[in-house]
């Protein structure tokens, strides 16, 4: 079974970008699918994107669009997520997730949290 | 895009009681559609998927059923530690939105 070991948190200033990772272990990294979700305070569950590392194919949600970048370095088993031109609303904790392509999440990181405060 | 709307939002039940959350798709996704726990602070979990298949470990007060558009997740005897609050899925495409969730707590 895949484990998935997320990088720590990140203070960020406003208009700057951020970069998140995501290191899988145990399990066959290009077989899956490796998804970033994330939550704001008090809210819900939000997916942004996802790459399936084998075929180098991300899709992103239209809200992110233009402003997420992932990717996925097979030779290190590792997921990034790259979110640029931050904003206060995009405080949040980032998670990763892995499943088999079109397929439930299971397992998940254990989150990131970053803050956008100048 | 697919819409995943879930009620209610919140809720508020006694230990022992029957608890139902229903999750609606705006267009059919046969039963690609999974449920997952997140309690206060922690990572989501799991619950079941493929609709109506039980995670493995997951106490069989949990059931799930559907098909379609319309879900329903049902925790047959509400626990104390059920405390949580509950999303649907769906993941039939590579966008794997979620329902806005329903906060389950005791009476």
């Known amino acids: 079974q895949v484990q998935l070991v997320q990088s720590g948190a990140e203070v960020k200033k406003p208009g700057s970008s951020v970069k998140v990772s995501c290191k899988a272990s145990g399990g066959t990294f290009s077989s899956y699918a490796i998804s970033w979700v994330r939550q704001a305070p008090g809210q819900g569950l939000e997916w942004m994107g996802r790459?399936?590392?084998?075929?180098?194919?991300?899709n992103y949600a239209q809200k992110f669009q233009g402003r997420v970048t992932i990717t996925a370095d097979k030779s290190t088993s590792t997921a990034y997520m790259e979110l640029s031109s931050l904003r206060s609303e995009d405080t949040a904790v980032y998670y990763c997730a892995a499943s088999l392509p079109n397929w439930w999440f299971d397992p998940w990181g254990q989150g990131t949290l970053v803050t956008v405060s100048s | 895009d697919i819409q995943m709307t879930q009620s209610p939002s919140s809720l508020s039940a006694s230990v022992g009681d029957r608890v139902t959350i229903t999750c609606r798709a705006s267009q059919g996704i046969s039963n690609y559609l999974a449920w997952y726990q997140q309690k206060p602070g922690k990572v989501p979990k799991l619950l079941i998927y493929a609709a109506s298949t039980l995670q493995s470990g997951v106490p069989s007060r949990f059931s799930g059923s559907g098909s379609g558009t319309d879900f329903t997740l049902t925790i047959s005897s509400l626990q104390p530690e059920d405390v949580a609050t509950y999303y649907c899925q769906k993941y039939n495409s590579a966008r794997g939105t979620f329902g806005q969730g329903t906060k389950v707590e005791i009476k």
């Open positions: 790459i399936i590392p084998i075929l180098g194919i991300a």
